[in-house]
């Protein structure tokens, strides 16, 4: 089905040769969705990419400290062994050498990864910064709201005690009791600016 034309039997009519024109463009169709599937199968996504990367960061990282740690006890070792005027053996350098070089390997490996993944490091950062600044404006709101509300109840305090307007006042609403009212909030006007932009 996928190999056309291959072998003895070949074609000969019209008939023949557009069947297996037909045939040939079927199968290599197929083989083709066949392969793009796959791919898709084996291929991660973003986020999955991002996780593995994340994951053998911190794979590189462990790593990084345990040779890192092991080319430090060994080079105190044999500066140690040099202070006491022992002799240093060639397996001893040979053995820094190597943590040496695996630590060295180790952190390119992460800056290379480290590289790939700052798109992952700035997108997290713009996040929380983005998070942060959110909260700072809820806070603000926050913050003016509860003024706000304590605004409006020490305004009601003062217009009770200072007898210029009952609730009655405010159901009847006649004009002529709601004049101590108007002049009492002139100075309260800005508040009610802020209060409507909350």
Known sequence: MF??????YTARTILGRGLTIIIGIWGVGTLSLLVVSLSNLLAMEKLELKAYTVIERLRLKSLLREWGS????QAVHLWKKSSKGNKVSYNDVLDLRKSTNEFRLLNRQYKSLTLEGSTLTEEM????DK???EMKELKKRQTKLSWLTQTMVDMAETIEKEG???NSMLDENAEGRNAPLEFKLDNYEGYWVDLMEV
Request: net charge neutral.
């Open 164 to 166: 210029c307007i009952s």
């Open 125 to 128: 950062m713009t996040g929380f």
């Open 3 to 8: 190999v056309v034309g291959y072998g003895e």
């Open 70 to 73: 092991k080319s430090i006890i």
């Open 131 to 133: 998070i942060r600044e």
